[in-house]
């Protein structure tokens, strides 16, 4: 299978990378470190070089300097990969994949440092002050990686936007296909990589653009109603409501699959020898998915506002409500739609 051949993979890299590292240290300077390219062919491999006070530095600037060689091919894949790991780390992708054996494979490949198949080949000092090190890509064993990697990923999009249309219309199926896009563009990333290697990546590999497209689509069928109770000028209401706008849902007229319930509790305080007035807010949120019984985001916020009016030191709280909400609310909605957050 796939898995097994990308987790075998990997376990040779790792052998390979404390195997074969040459520790040299004579007066005479290997030729690679003149130029690493008449030692290491550009026809079969990519190879930079780097030197500093210490080996590990020396190595760590010599896998930057091939890193380098790779441009925003790299950078654009550990983006799309932070959310990527995330998603691994939470068990959010475990419903995604088909066994326990892919799982496996897959948090063994998010483990792997983002340019999977270059190791130090060489390190050399100088007897004084300096070493050097060669970073090396052997560019066959590579794209046989990349590819391997590639087609992993394509089975998981797959696995990803395999639903019926109630479940793609639904909040799942948002999720799943932002979650797709999320690996669509690591897949892009693996293609640039494989045609600097000189080699043709596989066929089928489509941007990340054309799921997230279709995820804001599912989004306009999505109504969400929202109920405030003790709302003040309907500002809690609109706060929340302008959260799910944001994204691109419309406001429910009618019952709602999903329904967001706040309950909003204003209080006085008084505080012995202060003259000011306070007033305590307290909100308690859940969004429910009311066809499957589940609250999928709860939300709770309490602060207390003064001054020197009643009516100031409320508006303050309730003010102070519509920026957690802004703020707080809104972050942890985007973390849900781009599942980091932990299955619930």
């Known amino acids: 299978m796939i898995q097994n051949k990308i987790v075998f993979l990997h376990l040779l890299l790792i052998l390979f990378f404390f195997s074969c590292v040459s520790n040299q240290s004579s007066s005479v300077m290997p030729q690679w470190v003149i130029s690493a390219d008449s030692v290491y062919s550009k026809t079969h491999f990519v190879a930079a070089t780097g030197y500093a006070s210490s080996r590990q530095a020396a190595e760590n ?70 070493y050097y090190a060669v970073a090396v890509m052997e560019k066959e064993r590579a794209v046989q990686i990349y590819g391997d990697l590639l087609r992993a990923n394509l089975n998981i999009i797959n696995n990803l936007v395999d639903m019926t249309i109630a479940q793609k219309n639904s909040l799942e199926g948002v999720i799943r296909y932002l979650f797709a896009a999320v690996v669509a563009d690591i897949n892009i990333s693996y293609i640039n990589i494989i045609r600097l290697l000189d080699s043709a990546p596989p066929q089928g590999i489509t941007s990340g653009e054309q799921y997230r497209l279709e995820a804001q689509n599912i989004i306009k069928t999505i109504p969400i109603s929202i109920n405030v109770t003790n709302d003040r000028n309907a500002r809690i209401h609109s706060a929340f409501a302008k959260c799910f706008a944001d994204w691109g849902f419309i406001a429910a007229s009618g019952n709602a699959r999903y329904v967001l319930n706040v309950n909003t509790v204003l209080t006085p305080v008084n505080l012995p020898n202060n003259p000011n007035i306070f007033c305590r807010i307290e909100l308690t949120t859940s969004l429910r998915d009311t066809a499957l019984n589940l609250v999928l985001l709860p939300f709770s916020f309490n602060s207390r506002e003064g001054h020197i009016s009643e009516a100031e030191a409320e508006n303050r709280a309730v003010a102070a409500a519509e920026r957690a909400i802004n703020e707080e609310f809104a972050g942890i909605l985007s973390s849900y739609l781009s599942q980091l957050l932990p299955r619930r």
């Open 61 to 130: 600037n010599a896998l930057a300097a091939l890193t380098a060689f790779f441009g925003q091919s790299v950078l654009i894949e550990r983006q799309a990969a932070s959310s990527y790991q995330q998603a691994i780390v939470n068990g959010v992708i475990d419903g995604w994949v088909d066994t326990a054996e892919m799982r496996n494979s897959i948090k063994t490949i998010s483990a792997m440092d983002n340019l999977m198949g270059a190791e130090i080949k060489e390190v050399w000092y100088d007897s004084k002050d300096t």
